[in-house]
């Protein structure tokens, strides 16, 4: 895999939110995802789950790669990329993608609201419904496009 140069980027630790570990993305894609999680996540878990998201769990954002079985850059390769696996509410309460998405219908409302949210603010959204690599997370990616799957 060839080099990655990145520029405009930030090491982000937490935001209104801590996350599972930090991770490296564009300053615009953390402009994206602070709207989304003050606009759009935390309103959201209020009204369906009652409680505040305290942290994101996460499986990483920048990653030197190509989209799987193409020759095309993934986002990751841009830092313009994160995948979500789990929303940990106040109350201790976590909503995992994996298990959340066909689980009881609280779960599984808020786990599609989110994702159909996310649709306003990314670019590009795939979740579960999307394919088999996608079971487990949100792909949520900053863009100009609207590709929500």
Known sequence: VENCPLSNVVRVR?????F??????????LVAWVMFEQQQLQPLAL?????????????GSFACRNVAGSARRS???RAEAIDVAAFVLADGRRISVQSGWNASRDEREFLRVIHRSACKRFGTVLGP????AHEDHFHLEYGSGNYCR
Do not use: I, K, Q, W
């Open 14 to 18: 937490s935001s209104g939110v801590s």
């Open 47 to 59: 009204e369906h789950l009652g409680a505040e998201v305290s942290r994101v769990d996460h499986f």
């Open 75 to 77: 986002a990751h390769a």
């Open 129 to 132: 419904d999307y394919n088999r």
């Open 20 to 29: 599972s570990s930090p991770f490296t993305v564009t300053c615009p894609m």
